[in-house]
């Protein structure tokens, strides 16, 4: 029988506060232990046409500087890749399990962990803001381009709150959710994890005209409580066929909502669950948006929790 390879896990740092935290994520998971880490930093490098200013026998003294600067900064964040290393280890990670990988900016800080992103790892974990967060800003720059653009597999967005047991999972039927589901299972199966699958359905006022058309408001939202039920019940019993014991799993649906993303957010709040996943993209795909619109709302309205967007 051909053996399955080991999940591989990218999580990229920037030297920051906010960054070791993500590590530390990472290290409170215990089903991550099961995969393969590789600690990633872009290293921005002091552009080569500065060092033509050598040959000006004035610029000399602030060569030295900036030479002696860029020693001094290797050396910091060695340091600090060795520091997360070890958080890992502490956490009980294996060795083996743990690599160490600096690069030199290539591209740019998001476009070079992008790229980093399609050498066959699994899953990406980082944090919604890095070294230059600023107050009242929900997703810093290279996050924000990592939403948009790392659209090929999972990428966990680490908020604030600490992890818990408890995963609300949102579900609307579409195949995104789906695959939502499918890793979830597949990362969490078998760990002491309780998820509840939410599906959310908004006030009549909200229905496309087309549908009022087949079904009166009432019948409309009986066939799809129906649909979404039988739904919810196939989730469930495909988390149990991941490893998840039956009482782990609640399904829960809320009618009448104005904004699906608020009401998600609202009863994460509510119920206190850490984190928050998502299929990337709903059932209202549009062609022109990099991400599903309910999706992007949860992610800056649960600005405190962890949310996962799943391709």
Request: hydrophobic share 40%; glycine share 10%.
């Given at each position: 029988m051909k053996t399955q390879p080991t999940p591989k896990l990218l999580v990229p740092v920037d030297g920051s506060d906010r960054s070791m935290n993500t590590v530390k994520y990472v290290a409170k998971l215990e089903p991550l232990r099961r995969m393969q880490v590789v600690l990633f930093h872009v290293f921005s490098k002091v552009p080569e046409g500065f060092w033509d200013l050598g040959t000006d026998p004035r610029s000399s003294s602030t060569v030295s500087e900036v030479r002696a600067w860029e020693i001094q900064q290797k050396k910091n964040i060695k340091q600090y890749m060795e520091s997360a290393r070890q958080h890992l280890l502490k956490s009980g990670f294996p060795v083996k399990s743990i690599e160490v990988k600096i690069q030199n900016r290539k591209k740019g800080f998001a476009r070079d962990i992008i790229r980093e992103a399609q050498n066959g790892y699994n899953?990406?974990?980082?944090?919604?803001?890095?070294?230059?967060?600023?107050?009242?800003?929900?997703?810093?720059?290279?996050?924000?381009?990592?939403?948009?653009?790392?659209?090929?597999?999972?990428?966990?967005?680490?908020?604030?709150?600490?992890?818990?047991?408890?995963?609300?999972?949102?579900?609307?039927?579409?195949?995104?959710?789906?695959?939502?589901?499918?890793?979830?299972?597949?990362?969490?199966?078998?760990?002491?994890?309780?998820?509840?699958l939410l599906h959310v359905m908004r006030g009549k006022e909200?229905?496309?005209?087309?549908?009022?058309?087949?079904?009166?408001?009432?019948?409309?939202?009986?066939?799809?409580?129906?649909?979404?039920?039988?739904?919810?019940?196939?989730?469930?019993?495909?988390?149990?066929?991941?490893?998840?014991?039956?009482?782990?799993?609640?399904?829960?649906l809320v009618s009448g909502a104005v904004s699906r993303a608020a009401a998600i957010v609202a009863e994460a709040k509510k119920q206190e669950y850490g984190t928050i996943v998502m299929g990337r993209r709903g059932h209202s795909q549009v062609r022109d948006f990099f991400i599903g619109r309910v999706t992007n709302k949860v992610i800056h309205l649960a600005r405190d929790r962890t949310v996962w967007i799943i391709r």
């Open positions: 899953a990406v974990v980082t944090r919604r803001r890095g070294m230059t967060g600023m107050r009242g800003i929900v997703l810093g720059s290279v996050a924000v381009k990592m939403v948009e653009k790392l659209s090929f597999i999972p990428l966990l967005l680490v908020g604030k709150k600490p992890p818990g047991n408890k995963i609300m999972l949102a579900f609307d039927g579409s195949e995104g959710s789906r695959r939502a589901v499918d890793f979830l299972g597949r990362t969490l199966g078998g760990f002491n994890f309780r998820v509840k909200n229905r496309r005209p087309e549908n009022r058309r087949l079904f009166s408001p009432a019948e409309y939202a009986q066939t799809t409580l129906k649909e979404m039920t039988i739904e919810l019940e196939a989730a469930a019993k495909k988390l149990v066929r991941l490893g998840f014991q039956p009482h782990q799993i609640s399904t829960e």
